[in-house]
């Protein structure tokens, strides 16, 4: 089926209430005083507006696994993934969930329905009878945090941090109903199991034992601190075992319930979050490793073996002798453990990329700036199935690029600034750069020959802007640069100025003097200011929950805020194109704005997205959204945009993207 699909209209009610048209407003006296003088005007014409559509979506964090028989149900960003695991040696992908409302956490399956923690909005309930065609069929009430979830009859268990863990009943899954509410007192649960007749509780602080042998009446039998983050928990006789966080293993002794002791630790190098045992032996996911460790003698563990897999282990469960490794940005691992002593990775499902932070395209290609792996390209010549051709790791964390003239220019934090060719976009090469050290790159624009950096020092202070001549492109070289930025977000360059998005508010410079840059006016105190674009004398100033504020700055000296959209989510990143504005909403995805009009944005369209929304780029019919962790959604315009070209706002004022499964193709279904 295809896995391009938009939230269904269930999904939507059940998890935010999407926005309608906002309620536009203009700001105060000052955008009235705007408008006074001007000619009647005529009614825009009528604008082809673009109806989004979400049809693939690249990477996303592994977070979790659950094996039924010969199917692994594992998620990935927002996604449930079913794979076929009958020969552990190549694990075959059946088929994806459509995107759920957010990231999520944990999920534990019964029967073929996948029961879903899902971090912002609760239970999501997902029927993957059919392993080829996983939905969504319902939902619990809205949590603050679900962690994690397990199935025990016919009650699910959903660990909600402090509110404590909520008990539902999901004899019928599309109606699931909330039957009991276990508090944790000053705790925060954050994953259980229920053997029995009990639900052996982690809540950060340590174990709580809870009698469930009554659903809809549990009652609170003991409780015992771990000094450790209590991050899971495994039983097995009578002891308890807690993936501790920095304490590593701890064990505690369940002899006499109401009276708790610990009676063993062990500590491990990294960070243990989840834990199963199977006879006699522990599978602990710790750090960025899976270690094994021997119970024989339960208050005397003993480490057998380990296997780093270059991942954030974050949940393992385990079938016979295999053990399945949910590995963050490194996707899932099946691993061999049939000798404790030396465990060996047998296969990996992996998507690239999985951490997008920024993009370019163009011609066909998608060049994606990728915090776990660099710079990455694809082939988009079928959108909805991107193909990865190639990419080269970077010395930074790309945070940003941009192309010019067969270059990618990228801003790679402490790597400074790289030059990559990428004539032969499947094997993009470093071919120079310029260094930044010991200050960090954060941002990047370019105009012609020359480039915009922001960078900010290592260890606190103002930031700064500075300018480079690309003529070689292979040795970029710096010409002028001031350091009076507070905190500098976002930057945009247009002809012979630069405009930073800043703590301070809105920044313009004077650039028309690149050895000598220049502040115009003072900032806009409109708030912090995440994002900017600019056309001729408008500028366009994303300021988080407050919305948007357009800014005339035809005098610098004496600037006016001429428009506002408040906003109920969060507004980042945006890109003019024609007369659309496309903004990167932290809330609510992707939203679409006419500015025909810069005194009235009016909101046209929008397309909820699960994850942050980071940076936005508009590409011909094509939106890419980063995602960070989660990868990055890819939207279709249905009714293109215009090509881009200088914006004008009505007179008087001027206005001028071993065995290895990789699935980068994986939302067009195939």
Do not use: C
């Not at 977070?63 to 075959?92: F, H, K, Q, W």
């Not at 004077?510 to 000598?516: G, H, T």
């Not at 890419?624 to 279709?636: C, P």
């Amino acid at each position: 089926m295809s896995l391009s699909s938009v939230l269904s209209d269930a999904q939507s009610k059940a998890t935010r209430t999407r926005p309608t048209v906002l309620a536009i407003t203009l700001a105060g006296i000052a955008a009235g005083l705007a408008l006074q003088g001007r000619p009647p005007q005529a009614a825009p014409a009528q604008q082809a507006v673009p109806e989004p559509r979400i049809i693939a979506h690249l990477g996303g964090w592994t977070s979790a696994v659950d094996v039924e028989g010969t199917l692994a149900y594992v998620a990935v960003g927002s996604r449930v993934r079913v794979i076929d695991v009958a020969d552990p040696r190549r694990p075959r992908l059946l088929s994806e969930s459509p995107e759920l409302p957010a990231v999520i956490d944990a999920l534990s399956v019964s029967g073929g329905i996948v029961y879903v923690a899902d971090r912002a909005f609760g239970l999501r309930i997902v029927d993957a009878r059919d392993p080829r065609a996983p939905v969504p069929i319902g939902a619990g009430d809205k949590m603050k945090g679900a962690k994690a979830a397990q199935v025990s009859g016919s009650h699910a268990y959903v660990a909600d941090g402090a509110t404590g863990v909520h008990v539902l009943d999901v004899a019928d899954p599309r109606a699931p109903r909330e039957v009991a509410l276990i508090p944790v007192d000053g705790g925060e649960a954050w994953n259980l199991k229920v053997v029995g007749d009990r639900a052996y509780i982690a809540d950060r602080v340590g174990l709580r034992v809870v009698d469930v042998s009554r659903p809809a009446a549990p009652a609170a039998i003991g409780a015992r601190e771990t000094l450790g983050w209590a991050r899971d928990v495994a039983v097995s006789g009578h002891h308890a075992f807690v993936a501790a966080g920095d304490r590593g293993l701890v064990v505690l002794d369940l002899t006499d319930p109401t009276d708790i002791s610990r009676v063993a630790d062990l500590d491990t190098p990294g960070e243990a979050w989840a834990i199963e045992i199977v006879g006699r032996l522990a599978y602990l996911a710790d750090g960025d490793s899976l270690r094994i460790i021997d119970l024989a003698d339960p208050e005397a563990p003993v480490l057998l073996g380990a296997l780093s897999v270059a991942g954030e282990v974050r949940d393992l469960d385990v079938v016979g002798s295999t053990v399945f490794v949910a590995a963050g940005s490194t996707g899932l691992h099946v691993v061999d453990a049939g000798d404790p002593t030396a465990p060996r990775e047998l296969a990996a499902v992996t998507d690239v990329p999985v951490q997008a932070n920024a993009a370019a395209a163009d011609a066909g290609l998608l060049y994606v700036a990728d915090s776990a792996f660099g710079l990455r390209t694809f082939d988009m010549s079928e959108p909805a199935a991107p193909r990865l051709l190639g990419g080269v790791d970077t010395p930074g964390t790309p945070l940003e690029l941009r192309l010019h003239r067969g270059q990618v220019f990228l801003a790679d934090r402490t790597g400074g600034l790289a030059t990559i060719d990428v004539r032969d976009p499947a094997r993009p090469v470093i071919a120079g750069g310029w260094a930044s050290a010991p200050r960090r790159v954060t941002d990047l624009d370019i105009d012609g020959d020359w480039a915009a950096l922001l960078d900010a020092p290592a260890d606190g202070g103002r930031h700064g802007l500075r300018l480079l001549n690309l003529a070689g492109p292979a040795a970029p070289r710096e010409v002028g640069a001031l350091n009076t930025l507070r905190l500098a977000y976002d930057l945009r360059l247009s002809a012979t100025r630069a405009y930073v998005a800043d703590l301070d508010g809105l920044r313009v410079f004077d650039i028309s003097d690149r050895a000598a840059p220049k502040e115009l006016g003072q900032a806009d105190p409109i708030g912090v200011v995440y994002g900017v674009a600019a056309a001729g004398d408008i500028a366009y100033a994303t300021i988080g929950e407050s919305g948007l504020r357009v800014v005339d700055l035809a005098d610098p000296e004496h600037r006016r805020v001429i428009g506002a959209v408040d906003t109920d989510g969060y507004f980042r990143d945006l890109q003019l194109v024609d007369q659309l504005l496309y903004v990167a909403d932290k809330d609510f995805g992707l939203r679409i704005f006419d500015v025909r009009d810069p005194a009235a944005p009016r909101e046209v369209a929008v397309q909820p997205v699960t994850g942050v929304v980071e940076h936005v780029l508009v590409a011909g019919n094509l939106a890419y959204l980063s995602l960070g962790t989660a990868g990055m959604a890819i939207v279709q315009l249905q009714a293109a945009p215009p090509t881009a070209t200088p914006v004008r706002a009505p007179d008087p004022t001027a206005t001028s993207a071993r065995w290895r499964l990789e699935l980068p193709w994986l939302a067009a279904g195939r």
